[in-house]
């Protein structure tokens, strides 16, 4: 009888191609997956999957992991949420190449763009390389519970090459555009899966300065994609505002034209606070497409539900931050600012001195006072409300002003009750829009964020949902299971080379998510103060998964960590096995 490290008995299959789901046992040896379907022989250990569902583990492809992978084995909320693999160094932003004394103004412009604290990023970070390689190096010191890879950020280059000139957005030189080529192609071949830049406004540094990539040239980036050409491998990732489409489009398909590899790239249909007007997501959407009809590899990376603001007592916003009686308890314990405002005369004063004044500094802050827009955040948390649910709604049903609702809600639960208010993908209270994009040929689920935003924002948790609410839970308009399983699997391993896993079948990596299918759902966001120095960060835990195995070591038992840590540093593209089974339906296709 042939013997398995691991044999995962009687679950029901989504194998990662978008086939059909199947009941069948999954054998694995040595981290690799050796047999599916009726499995004769006997393992080390069994699991009984009977009920569940058993699937590849999540590979999330936009994560900002840079630092926090330096300090912490476990990249939650990534690696509790059933993810097996995640990509960090998104958005242009990142910690190499770094020359001697330019530490800050990574560490500002990192804090400023994905909310991770200063002084965290100050405590956590070694600053023990200077270059990508370099930094590859640091990264595979520390054993992690999910593999890992890194892309080469603009905005490190741009500063690396260019100074104060790069801080400051100044147009590269020929010189300048020669060098950031040599160091992108540089970390590329070192193992970066790809390169990243940012072209939004709404990327600024914690001193209020645009992210150093902003007004990068045609030319720049083309010189960069020569880097990738010249590497002959690695994907270019981008996020833009798109404002006028016509002007940055021609910049989107230089890229992809001078680099010879695929461009993949933010796309969320606009923001919520717009009623009308303004390029969409389904027109980048559809220029997508038209450059797919002529060869070129670009792609969307869209969110699985709406991207939103979560503020609470705890949480780096709230509609009353900018009241100067908040200003009084603002620095306190959770518990002291709880007692604080239920005092009578804080409380009065506070909610008289609402002026719904904002705090534009902030990521977001300029919306916090959008009680129209703006939800209660239960446990388990529903993304998708109705205006019925809205601050607004609330306090019109009950004789009160919103603000009164909306501190009162944050005062539940020991000061633990939270508001959500959504940004992007939400227009007219649904998230309809959402489910066209997931669908569409060329887009793949991503824009987690994992690790960054760590105060405002928890959507490490877009692969638990994606699964539970668009494949379980919603009313109507579900997707099948082994669509969504595909798409988070994979569609987004081959989207950036990483080919040997996201599928269940001989020769692929042994990363699996158990799932109790009927159970799966994600929990209300909570603060922890576990980041260096001190600092808060939200974290979701997610109920039904009951086993999650990274190259057949299991790294999650129903929810809780094991303690294992195979996870490593994957560098550069990885080949599919040779015993890769053809798909047996097309990865584009929707079954309804």
Known sequence: MTSFDLVIRGGTVADGTGGPLRTADVAITDGLITEVGKVGGSGHREVDA?????????????????????????????????????????????????RPGGQNVLIELMEGVEDIPGTALHEGLTWDWESFPEFLDALERLPHDVDFAAQVPHGAVRVYVMGDR???????????????????????????????????????SSTGIHTPSLRATS?????????????????????????????????????ARASGRPVSMTVTEYFTLCEDGGTTGFDVLDRISAARARGLPISAQVAPRAVGITMGLATT???????????????????????????????????????????????????????????????????????????????????????????????????????????????????????????????????????????????GSFPTFLLSHWGRRRRTGRLP?????????????????????????????????????????????????????????????????????????????????TGSLPGRLVRGPQQAPASAARSRIPANTVRT
Not at 58 to 86: E, F, I, K
Not at 183 to 193: F, P
Not at 537 to 547: E, F, N, P, V
Request: proline fraction near 6%; charged fraction near 20%; glycine fraction near 10%.
């Open 317 to 459: 916003l709230n509609p009353f931050m900018a009241c100067p009686p908040f200003a009084e308890i603002a620095d306190l314990p959770l518990a002291q600012k709880v007692a604080a405002l239920r005092d009578g005369e804080l409380r009065r004063r506070l909610l008289e001195s609402y002026t719904g004044e904002v705090n534009s500094t902030k990521l977001a802050g300029s919306v916090i006072s959008r009680f129209d827009l703006m939800v209660r955040l239960d446990d388990p948390p529903d993304y998708e409300q109705g205006p019925e649910d809205s601050v607004t709604s609330i306090a019109q049903r009950e004789g009160r002003t919103p603000e009164e609702v909306a501190l009162d809600i944050m005062l539940e639960d020991n000061g633990t009750g939270l508001l959500y208010l959504p940004l992007t993908n939400y227009k007219h209270w649904s998230l309809d829009a959402v489910r066209t994009m997931l669908t569409h040929p060329f887009a793949v689920p991503g824009l987690s964020d994992g690790g960054a935003h760590v105060g405002t924002i928890c959507d």
């Open 481 to 561: 299971i082994e669509f969504l399983v595909e798409r988070h699997t994979r569609a987004c391993a081959q989207l950036v080379d990483l080919n040997d896993r996201g599928v269940l079948a001989p020769g692929y990596r042994a990363d699996i998510n158990i799932i109790d299918l009927d159970n799966l759902v994600t929990r209300r966001p909570q603060i922890y103060q576990d980041l260096p120095a001190g600092g808060s960060r939200l974290l979701q835990q997610a109920d039904g998964y009951l086993h999650t195995f990274v190259t057949g070591t299991e790294t999650y038992a129903n929810g809780k960590a």
């Open 50 to 98: 009977d009920g569940a569902l058993v699937a590849p583990g999540w590979v999330d492809v936009h994560t900002h992991y840079d630092g926090q992978a330096m300090w912490d084995s476990a990249l939650a909320p990534s690696s509790d949420q059933g993810a097996t693999t995640v990509l960090f160094g998104n958005c242009g932003v990142g910690f190499a190449p770094v």
């Open 166 to 204: 790069g801080v400051a957005g100044e147009p590269a030189t020929p010189e300048d555009i020669t060098q950031m080529t040599a160091l992108v192609q540089q970390g590329i071949e070192a193992g970066a899966l790809g390169f990243s830049t940012s072209r939004t406004t709404n990327h600024r």
């Open 219 to 255: 030319a720049e980036l083309e010189g960069i994609a020569e880097g990738l050409r010249r590497a002959g491998r690695g994907v270019m990732q981008l996020v833009s505002d798109f404002d006028d489409l016509d002007a940055e489009w021609p910049v989107v398909l230089a890229m």
